[in-house]
C-alpha cells in the first residue's frame, strides 16, 4: 500500500478535488443521519450543486429550511439577503440551489445569538404546532414565537388551532383571538 492510500484510508485525507461521497458511520457501523449543521456546511462550505439528489430520503427529512435561514442570518453580512429570500415559500432543494448560487462558498463559522423566550405557551398550542409541522418540540416553540411576532401569524396559528378542534375559548385564552380573524365573528 502506497502512502498516499494509507493516508486516505486511515485518516480520510483526499486530494483537492476529489469527489468523496462516505456517508458518516455511528458505532455499529450503520449509517447516520444528516444534521441540521451537516446541510448548513453543505451551502457554505462544499456547494455541491448535484447534493440534493445524492442525499437520502432519510437526510431529507432532517433538512428544515426555517432553521436553515435562522442559522444562516446568524452571518452579519447574510442578514439582508437570507430575510428576503425567507419570504418566499420555496422547496428545499431549490433553497439549497439558491443559496449554493448567492453566498459566497467559505468555510463560515455562524454563532448562534439565542433568544430569550419569556413567553410560555400552552401545551395544547405546542403539540399542535408539532403535529402540523411535523416537528420537534424546540422547533415548534420557536416557530411559536414567530408566529407570535405579527398579527398575521397570530391569525394563522389561530387559524390552525381551530382546524385542530381546539375550542375557542382556549384559542381566545391565548391571545389567539386576533380582530379580523375568519372564524372570530369578525366578517
Do not use: C
Not at 463560515?108 to 411535523?134: A, C, F
Amino acid at each position: 500500500m502506497e502512502f498516499k492510500d494509507f493516508k486516505k484510508s486511515v485518516y480520510n485525507i483526499h486530494e483537492p478535488g476529489e469527489l468523496v461521497n462516505r456517508q458518516k458511520r455511528g458505532k455499529n457501523g450503520t449509517k447516520k443521519r444528516k444534521t441540521l449543521f451537516d446541510h448548513i456546511n453543505q451551502i457554505t462550505k462544499v456547494q455541491n450543486p448535484n447534493y440534493w439528489e445524492d442525499i437520502s430520503d432519510e437526510d431529507k427529512k432532517t433538512w428544515s429550511n426555517y432553521m436553515i435561514n435562522r442559522f444562516l442570518s446568524m452571518n452579519p453580512d447574510w442578514i439582508e439577503l437570507i430575510n428576503e429570500l425567507q419570504k418566499y415559500n420555496l422547496k428545499p432543494k431549490e433553497l439549497y440551489k439558491l443559496y449554493i448560487n448567492v453566498l459566497p462558498k467559505s468555510k463560515r463559522w455562524l454563532k448562534y445569538t439565542k433568544g430569550k423566550n419569556d413567553m410560555d405557551y400552552p401545551e395544547w398550542l405546542i403539540n399542535i404546532m408539532r403535529n402540523n409541522d411535523e416537528s420537534n418540540r424546540r422547533e415548534a416553540i420557536e416557530a411559536i414565537g414567530m408566529l407570535m411576532l405579527t398579527e398575521g401569524g397570530m391569525m394563522e396559528l389561530g387559524e390552525t388551532a381551530r382546524k385542530w378542534g381546539i375550542e375557542e375559548r382556549k384559542i381566545k385564552a391565548a391571545g389567539l383571538h386576533v380582530v379580523g380573524s375568519v372564524n372570530a365573528g369578525n366578517l
